[in-house]
């Protein structure tokens, strides 16, 4: 059940606008820093959730933070901030006082988008990154190269590299849930854990980029069908959708296959989690399973909503999950909401 004090005077939805605003670091006394992108903002919370200061402002200049999405805390030190709006990295002190930026790739051209980072320490951050990629003229490309950004000599270390392609309609329908996303966390003192939805590998590499270890998460790949397409836009809920995508019908392609997965996230025993994605069985239940390091796999829970959305802790702090919560059938307003784990 969800600690009915955490953050109850803290207008959530007021703060954050987007369904984007989802990226959030923990200090070592439990205060935290979340992004809020359509503000620019890097907003700081004490230990039970109430507001301590905003810092940001929109803009390009030095400092300024276009669209800031994924952050995590340096040597608890120094905040990273990915700015997507000025395709860069953010670095700041505690207090929210600008440091200086860092563009990846820069000895390579153009700068590419980072989607995602993690802080590794010895001034070392790993960063997903988005680039273009030539495929045929039907097809949409991608690549996304999972690199160690050595912050003090600049120089990049790659880790992994993973493609993705998804057929060109002359009418498009995006579900963002059906691409791949990348999965980054610090797995321990030279460890880090690498992971891609649109593959059932979860890697372990060393802070140099030598691969130690991986494991392959026992799942079936699901294809797409129409009916996948009509759940995803919630045609079961709106009937009206199914006329709008039957009359759309024959100038939408189709991608092959759905992600291994939802989402990953590492808890505060360093247990991997790996969130099913439930839209593959037409499901909007909430559950994961549970693995060790080595690929053991631990545990398989199913989470009780309890009266809201389906429930996905993506934070973990010490004793206590941080999740989302919106009423099931309410009025769109939504709560961070602090949840105390079991024993074990």
């Not at 321990?188 to 802070?207: K, R, T």
């Not at 080595?294 to 206590?320: N, Q």
Request: proline share 4%.
């Amino acid at each position: 059940m969800a600690d009915p004090t955490f953050g109850a005077d803290t207008e959530w939805d007021a703060l954050f606008k987007t369904s984007t605003d989802t990226w959030t670091v923990f200090l070592a006394d439990g205060s935290f820093f979340r992004t809020a992108a359509a503000d620019g903002l890097v907003h700081k919370f004490d230990a039970e959730g109430n507001l301590v200061k905003s810092f940001g402002r929109k803009g390009q200049g030095p400092g300024d933070l276009q669209s800031p999405g994924a952050l995590d805390v340096l040597e608890a030190k120094t905040l990273v901030v990915n700015d997507a709006g000025n395709r860069r990295l953010s670095l700041l002190d505690l207090d929210g006082n600008f440091l200086r930026t860092v563009k990846l790739g820069e000895g390579g051209g153009s700068t590419s988008s980072v989607l995602t980072l993690a802080a590794l320490g010895e001034n070392k951050i790993v960063c997903a990154v988005h680039e273009g990629r030539t495929g045929p003229p039907d097809v949409i490309a991608a690549r996304y190269r999972v690199l160690i950004k050595d912050l003090g000599d600049g120089l990049e270390t790659e880790l992994a590299v993973f493609d993705w392609e998804k057929p060109m309609s002359k009418f498009m329908v995006r579900v963002i849930e059906w691409e791949p996303a990348v999965f980054l966390a610090k797995a321990g003192p030279d460890s880090v854990l690498v992971a891609c939805s649109g593959s059932p590998e979860v890697a372990l590499f060393s802070f140099s980029g030598k691969k130690r270890s991986s494991f392959t998460l026992d799942v079936e790949r699901t294809k797409i069908t129409w009916k996948h397409l009509e759940f995803a836009v919630n045609a079961d809920r709106e009937p009206k959708n199914i006329e709008f995508l039957a009359r759309n019908k024959a100038d939408i392609k189709l991608p092959e296959y759905l992600p291994c997965f939802s989402r990953l996230a590492l808890d505060a025993k360093g247990r991997i989690l790996v969130y099913d994605l439930a839209a593959a069985r037409f499901s909007r239940e909430a559950s994961f399973k549970a693995f060790a390091t080595d690929g053991r796999l631990i545990a398989t829970v199913k989470i009780d909503p309890a009266g809201y959305e389906p429930v996905m802790p993506l934070h973990f702090w010490k004793e206590y999950a941080y999740a989302y919560l919106a009423k099931t059938g309410g009025d769109g307003s939504f709560a961070f909401a602090r949840f105390k784990l079991a024993a074990d």
